[in-house]
Nanobody, 125 residues
């Protein structure tokens, strides 16, 4: 069982930056691949970024490549999403999620077993 709690969301102007954190409970955090997804009102939940259990592999949606960076510190049971050059279209609720390690990099949200409650990111123009 893994419990996930996101933090770091907020309101920022276009071009600004935010760093999201996701703190996990449980001693098996380092065995899970982690992902960040986002969902805007009326839209589907979309993959944003993923990272392997060891942190050695990362994957990004085309829309955020070059602007967002996913990282993790297994000793702190935490995964991060650094978001730079934010755009109004990045506005959404952001969720972190945990998946079995063999699903590392998966963009399919149903492959993720555990989810946080989400944190709102709003980018004003």
């Amino acid at each position: 069982q893994v419990q996930l709690v996101e933090s770091g969301g907020g309101l920022v102007q276009a071009g600004g930056s935010l760093r999201l954190s996701c703190a996990a409970s449980g001693r098996t955090f380092s065995s899970y691949a982690m992902g960040w997804f986002r969902q805007a009102p009326g839209e589907e939940r979309d993959f944003v970024a993923g990272i392997s259990a060891s942190g050695g592999r990362t994957d990004y949606a085309e829309s955020v490549k070059g602007r967002f960076t996913i990282s993790r510190v297994n000793a702190k049971n935490t995964v991060y999403l650094q978001m730079n050059s934010l755009k109004p279209e990045d506005t959404a609720v952001y969720y972190c999620a945990a998946a079995p390690s063999y699903y590392s990099g998966s963009r399919v949200y149903t492959r993720y077993d555990y989810w946080g409650q989400g944190t709102q990111v709003t980018v004003s123009s």
